[in-house]
T-cell receptor
Framework: KAGVTQTPRYLIKTRGQQVTLSCSPISGHRSVSWYQQTPGQGLQFLFEYFSETQRNKGNFPGRFSGRQFSNSRSEMNVSTLELGDSALYLC???????????FGQGTRLTVV | SQKIEQNSEALNIQEGKTATLTCNYTNYSPAYLQWYRQDPGRGPVFLLLIRENEKEKRKERLKVTFDTTLKQSLFHITASQPADSATYLCALSNSGYALNFGKGTSLLVTP
């Protein structure tokens, strides 16, 4: 079956702009989680959506938001971009009853 | 606050030896502990999961132990190969859906 797909793979944005990243989970998976990965902080949990509802949230400012659609596809949005938002953003999907997370390739965001 | 620590220094071992990676945690009582492998430029790939009531789990050349008293997990790769070279991440959770990751340990296996 097809894996988790994230688009775009690479993005360059300017400080102050906003950005939207997209994630298509594995077919049948209803849970989608987002993570930020930086060299200094490692992989940090942003939020998790299940059946269009945010179920878990990490410790990130309100500039980071997300949503999930009825087909389980998810988007995350970062507003008022800062240089420190430059990172690899990873999406993972999990099947119901499973605990194994399947990760996408990530979106590499560079803020200049 | 919750803290997950993995060896920050890279682990270099010779092909054929057993690699042992450590994951320690504090201020946490996770229901699950998972190990992932990550190659450069790619997303993490799931390797093994162990539950709080399990002591040990094996899968092929991989073995994970989980000591909830010591708050520590050990991850072993036996008969290591150069293809095992990657960063290995430990992740803890109570639900399996919101993972708290360590910063990872880089493993280099040389021929």
């Amino acid at each position: 079956k097809a894996g988790v797909t994230q688009t775009p793979r690479y993005l360059i944005k300017t400080r102050g702009q906003q950005v939207t990243l997209s994630c298509s989970p594995i077919s049948g998976h209803r849970s989608v989680s987002w993570y930020q990965q930086t060299p200094g902080q490692g992989l940090q949990f942003l939020f998790e959506y299940f059946s269009e509802t945010q179920r878990n949230k990490g410790n990130f400012p309100g500039r980071f938001s997300g949503r999930q659609f009825s087909n389980s596809r998810s988007e995350m949005n970062v507003s008022t971009l800062e240089l420190g938002d430059s990172a690899l953003y990873l999406c993972a999907s999990t099947g119901q009853g499973d605990t194994e997370a399947f990760f996408g390739q990530g979106t590499r965001l560079t803020v200049v | 606050s919750q803290k997950i620590e993995q060896n920050s220094e890279a682990l270099n071992i010779q092909e054929g030896k057993t690699a042992t990676l450590t994951c320690n945690y504090t201020n946490y009582s996770p229901a699950y502990l998972q190990w992932y492998r990550q190659d450069p430029g790619r997303g993490p790939v799931f390797l093994l999961l162990i539950r709080e009531n399990e002591k040990e789990k094996r899968k092929e050349r991989l073995k994970v132990t989980f000591d909830t008293t010591l708050k520590q997990s050990l991850f072993h790769i036996t008969a290591s190969q150069p293809a095992d070279s990657a960063t290995y991440l430990c992740a803890l959770s109570n639900s399996g859906y919101a993972l708290n990751f360590g910063k990872g340990t880089s493993l280099l296996v040389t021929p």
